[in-house]
């Protein structure tokens, strides 16, 4: 009995630790079930039988259609958008000294630290006043970039803040002229950081409710969709698109980690090991 | 060359600098110019009417104090639940770490709208969960969870619990291991080095973790109207409603404004206590 306890005292953190994962899969074990049921009602919230044609059915709703699509498209640019302008001050504020560091620190930290309601609420008190641009896919394009900024800041930031600057003080030396060195040192090894914070921006855009509701006027994205279903009964559809962008952002996640892996090896490559590849060039990109 | 170097981080944080103060500072004063309106809809006019902020909060007092003591219990609940796990995958994992992180952050890979109704599915009357419940006593033989405060909790831990395990398990993840040996060696029971070395290294996390989850919980709306019921509405379930279909925009203004400086008031504390650097990472070399 004595040794039983000990057990348990010994592994108590671990054993909170499986539980607590064991919380957070539930839910999604339950959408994936739930994607196979084959309800009575229109009410999908207990089990009734087992059927693969909502599987099959997948993209047979042309209105849950149009709202795939509407997320996507505005997923894809808000990320494009908010990657490439956070990219850039990402770079300003690791590789330069300049008066106003605080100021912009704060512009960008402000907006993680508030609500999205209310984001939504001044973007729309803002678009009604002003009267223009209608309400719709631009002003929720607006939106969309607008909060996913701060995030892809961050992400770049840490990874910028651990590049190691004599690869392109080699490339100088070299002979390689600042845009070179650019496109061919200092891209390729932040490229994780742009891509993992651009999957980030895709994955804040193509979740996002609270700031599309008060923004969006007609148009009509997956999550409104689903918010306006959920009155009248959510169709399996749903949980069959939610597993598949499930899956998709899993792989995406991956094919990030590899990259990743990549670039660290490629930065990890010293003197003594073979020549990497590349041709090494010159000046610092700025 | 220098002349060129000075301008260039200005160039560079242009695009970013002039949208977040056109479509996020700008909208803020609007929302406060908003606020002091007075009229309805079509005839609003701006005339310093204070009275929409002690409208707003005599009338709404009882869910600007639910939210927050709703957002204050989800975060307590995921304190509690993180600091083991962000632990165990810090120093005890192995090789289990990144399958463990993997399956820390897969909440946020699927629609919060469907997790949130895949809640409502597990909580429901009919659902295992509950019957579970019932068995060992802990809820009533023909009570509910769904339509309670204690599933609008519920739903918000859920839903937050990653903003709080990431932070405490960075800052974990930082600690020197050499420090607690060290503690050891100066003969401190595990117990006194957790208390007087792991934890205080790893209160930056707690602190950045607490407002993470905070921020989000006391602002949200989603959880309260799958989860909760009538009686559970928060302040974002009033924003939300004024806005969307009572089209009363100077109250919803208002009670987004007493939100938004309740809440920088908590980051403004925070920034002082933990420096603006923690939340950013590190300066420029």
Known sequence: MSGAWRWLREHAVNIVAGLVVAYMLIPIAVIFVFSFNDPAGKYNFTWVGFTLSHWSNAFGMPELNSALEASLKLALLATLVSTAIGTLMALALVRHQFHGRRAANLLIVVPMATPEIVMGASLLSFFLILGTPSLGFQTLLIAHVMFCISFVVVVVRSRLIGFDRNLEEAARDLGANPIETFRLVTLPLIMPGILGGGLLAFALSIDDFVISNFNSGTTVTFPLYIYGAAQRGIPVEVNVIAMILFGATVAAMGFTVLQQRRAEKMAAIRPEQEAPPIPIGAAEAA | ?285
């Open chain 2, 1 to 285: 060359m220098s002349e060129r170097r000075r301008i260039v981080p200005y160039f560079l944080l242009g695009p970013g600098t002039i949208w977040l103060l056109l479509f996020f500072v700008v909208p803020l004063f609007y929302m406060g110019y908003l606020s002091l309106e007075s009229g309805v809809v079509g005839s609003l006019s701006f005339s310093w009417n204070w009275g929409n902020y002690s409208d707003a909060l005599s009338l709404y007092d009882t869910q600007f104090v639910r939210s927050f003591l709703y957002a204050g219990a989800a975060t307590l609940i995921c304190l509690l639940v993180s600091y083991p796990l962000a632990y165990t995958i810090a120093f005890r994992a192995g090789r289990w770490r990144n399958a463990l992180l993997f399956a820390v952050v897969a909440p946020f890979f699927t629609t919060y709208l469907v997790r949130t109704l895949a809640w409502e599915t597990i909580l429901s009357d009919q659902s295992p969960a509950v019957d579970a419940l019932r068995l060992i006593g802990l809820v009533p033989e023909n009570g509910h969870v769904l339509a309670t405060g204690t599933a609008v909790i519920a739903g918000l831990t859920y839903n937050f619990l990653p903003f709080m395990i990431l932070p405490i398990y960075a800052s974990l993840e930082q600690i020197d291991e050499r420090l607690i040996e060290a503690a050891k060696d100066l003969y401190a029971s595990s117990r006194e080095a957790f208390v007087r070395v792991t934890l205080p290294l790893s209160a930056p996390g707690i602190v950045a973790g607490t407002l993470l989850t905070f921020i989000p919980a006391s602002g949200d709306y989603i959880n309260a109207q799958f989860l909760g019921s009538a009686g559970n509405q928060m302040i974002g379930n009033v924003i939300q409603s004024l806005y969307k279909t009572q089209l009363d925009y100077p109250a919803a203004a208002a009670l987004s404004f007493v939100l938004m400086a309740l809440i920088m008031t908590a980051v403004i504390v925070y920034i002082r206590f933990a420096g603006s650097e923690a939340l950013m990472g590190e300066e420029a070399r």
